[in-house]
């Protein structure tokens, strides 16, 4: 193929990409579709994202193709919290002060004119030998930088270690600047989510949405390793993530129809308040009823029948096994050990034994037998999510 005619067709990959990451509604599944495109163009083995906040980039999403074949549970490093100060003294720290870009054949070979260091505790905390680094700035249209991506360890065909090349750097360049209008607007999309979720849940200013970030966590995380196991493509499971994140964070919106007095008893409620309470899952799903988009759909089913139970004795209709859809299905699971596992008004939490005996114990009755399992064994992901987003004090 002629080096013009590959050009043409690297262009419109590059358009047809664009355009469907401008699809992508939820700003993890966004940050994971960039970074997986980009890593896929220069066969990258790893890749991280630093979005700014203040005058300190915030990890904000990782992948590491080596790390994920050593281990099962290796998403949990996507639950890490931790933040570099933008300035000269790290890679992306510079890359963000500045706004160009850096290639890096090997970063253990710096030359000594740089401010910059490579911090090699990452590589040896995790194992991991870090080569060729290419980190290149999301920059907004009006020129400001609202993160870094860096992507690392560009492959040949022969598995390989190479420098990324000058066009990797014109090609993610290119698109990491095109990008940064989709995560604005997907940052904004987290935040109108979160407004409807302390207006219809909490009303409650001092909520942060630790709850339904955390059930939205678990949900995706559990989500994707069912989907692993039935053989769902990579693409496939991306864009269900993406909506499932969000259908869930709202599993409890329809709780805008329920009263503070019952919402917010310190206590057991009685029978009649139980009954009000319980029409929430009605009352959430006539919000997304139309049913004009998928997520919309999706929004519906979590809403109504995150409290169905697998053996028919959930509300409120009663449905059974895989008549409750897999999204309620998630849902269900992630809701409860949420619950169980953290303070609420109405209870303090259990202890970390008795919440897994419990889910356990439900398997087959509250629970899908298979969700169970799955839940167990990523459990150290669902871990690193709880203390991820610990409540407010
Ligand atoms: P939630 O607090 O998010 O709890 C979700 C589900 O977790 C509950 O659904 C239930 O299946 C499980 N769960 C939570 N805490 C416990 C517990 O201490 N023991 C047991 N066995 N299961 C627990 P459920 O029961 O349908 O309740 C739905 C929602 O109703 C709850 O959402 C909560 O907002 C409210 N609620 C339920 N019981 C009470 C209560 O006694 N007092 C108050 N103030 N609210 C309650
Ligand atoms: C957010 O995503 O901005 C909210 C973080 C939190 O709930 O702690
Ligand atoms: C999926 O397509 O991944 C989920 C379908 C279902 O709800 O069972
Ligand atoms: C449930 O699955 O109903 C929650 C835990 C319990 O049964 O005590
Ligand atoms: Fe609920
Ligand atoms: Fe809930």
Known sequence: MSEKIKECVDLSVLLQTTERLNHVKDIDSLLDNFLFEARKFSNADAGSIFLTEGNNLTFSYVQNDTKAKRDPNSNKELYQKFTIPIDEQSISGYVALTGEPLNIEDVYKLPRNVPYKFNKNIDKKSDYHTQSVLTVPLTTSAGNINGVMQIINSKDENDNIRPFGEEHKLYVNFFASNASIAIERARMTRQTILRMVKMAELRDPKET?????????????????????????????????????????????????????????????????????????????????????????????????????????????????????????????????????????????????DVLKTIQQESGKHFDPQIVSIFMEIYEVIRAIKDRFPEAE
């Not at 917010?264 to 799903?285: I, S």
Request: net charge negative.
């Open 209 to 353: 949405g630790s709850h339904v970030n955390r059930v939205g966590s678990y949900s995706i995380e559990i989500y994707e390793k069912w989907a692993k196991n039935h053989s769902k493509t990579e693409v496939d499971i991306k864009h269900f993530k993406d909506n499932l994140k969000i259908a869930t964070m709202l599993h409890d919106v329809g709780k805008v129809a329920i009263p503070d007095v019952i919402l917010k008893k310190p206590a057991k409620l009685d029978d009649d308040e139980y009954k009000v309470m319980k029409t929430h899952a009605f009352q959430g799903a006539k919000l997304f009823d139309q049913d004009f988009s998928e997520l919309d759909h999706l929004c519906f089913d979590v809403a109504y029948t995150h409290h169905e139970r697998y053996d028919g004795t959930g509300y409120p209709r009663g449905l059974k096994g895989e008549e409750i859809p897999l999204a309620g299905r998630i849902c269900a699971i992630a809701d409860v050990y949420d619950a169980l596992i953290c303070k609420r008004v109405y209870k303090e939490p259990w202890t970390e034994d």
